[in-house]
């Protein structure tokens, strides 16, 4: 059974930084390219990052420059590092595979940027 688990969300004022992690079981990690994705309320989800299975990477326009996406095959875990956050990062952060979803979505984490 594929489980995907995120963590690291928090609450973080405008300008700071917060590390997510996405860890996921009952996959062969390796071979899938992987996404974080996100739902801020009462809009849709959207993919804002995507990392290949060698590594290449992908963002979307709004997270560019301030977002990085990482992943560890090993520990079949994937990351997402962002830096200069923005009230409007506001929003449930889930990992997945990219550029479509595969497996069931995991519970995510909340990501809260405000003063």
């Known amino acids: 059974q594929v489980q995907l688990v995120e963590s690291g969300g928090g609450l973080v004022q405008p300008g700071g930084s917060l590390r997510l992690s996405c860890a996921a079981s009952?996959?062969?990690?390796?071979?899938?390219?992987m996404g974080w994705y996100r739902q801020a309320p009462g809009k849709q989800r959207e993919l804002v990052a995507g990392?290949?299975?060698?590594?290449?990477?992908n963002y979307a326009g709004s997270v560019k420059g301030r977002f990085s996406i990482s992943r560890d095959n090993a520990e079949k875990t994937v990351y997402l590092q962002m830096n200069n956050l923005k009230p409007e990062d506001t929003a449930v952060y889930y990992c997945?595979?990219?550029?479509?979803?595969?497996?069931?979505w995991g519970k995510g984490t909340l990501v809260t940027v405000s003063s």
């Open positions: 990392i290949g299975a060698s590594g290449s990477t």
């Open positions: 997945n595979t990219a550029p479509r979803p595969m497996f069931d």
């Open positions: 009952g996959i062969i990690f390796s071979q899938y390219v």
